[in-house]
């Protein structure tokens, strides 16, 4: 094969190495987001639904701040085991693409990079262990301005797919400012 050829193409198998490495790093990150969601439930009717929520998704009451009207949850996320095995079979892919490009370029070791595949399920066993972690949800609950057709705002902070099940679970908007 022309050395040309081989070289490009380990150039653009090394990129999207590369850009593997960072989806495998990025699985694990933490995505906090904070959102002010609106209900048409009176505050006490909304901070029950909120507690129960949250009690029935194994969270726990953390702190109450009655001066800040804010209440901090505290649950354990446990990981995906779909993700970590797609993750580790993602791996698999790359380094066997690079390894079959390394092979090419480097023929006297072919054999040698094959190994490279072996390192695939450290991907599943990073994602595993770093996503699997205490997560923390803060609840403030705020007056509304007046002429709006809401009875109770909260602010929440917590990560972003807990933020969009609380929205579909409690049928909570989200309040334009």
Known sequence: MDSTVLQSTFLLTL???????FFIRA???NRTE???LVSEQDENTLMS???EYFRSRAYRVLAIDAAKNQVT??????????????????AAVGLGCLALVLSLLFPNFGQIFLLLVLL?????????KKSGRLEKVSLKMENIPSGQNFSSTIT????RDEL??????????????
């Not at 990129?15 to 490495?21: A, K, N, R, T």
């Not at 695939?120 to 595993?128: E, F």
């Open 164 to 177: 969009a099940e609380l929205q579909r679970a409690l049928q909570l908007k989200t309040l334009d400012i």
């Open 120 to 128: 695939s399920p450290l991907s599943g066993l990073l994602y595993w």
């Open 15 to 21: 990129l999207l190495s590369v850009g593997l490495f």
């Open 156 to 159: 929440v902070t917590a990560h």
């Open 27 to 29: 699985s694990t990150k």
């Open 73 to 90: 949850f505290e649950g354990f996320v446990s990981p995906s085991w779909f993700l970590a095995v797609f993750l580790s079979v993602l």
């Open 34 to 36: 904070v959102m002010r």
């Open 49 to 51: 639904s909120l507690k």
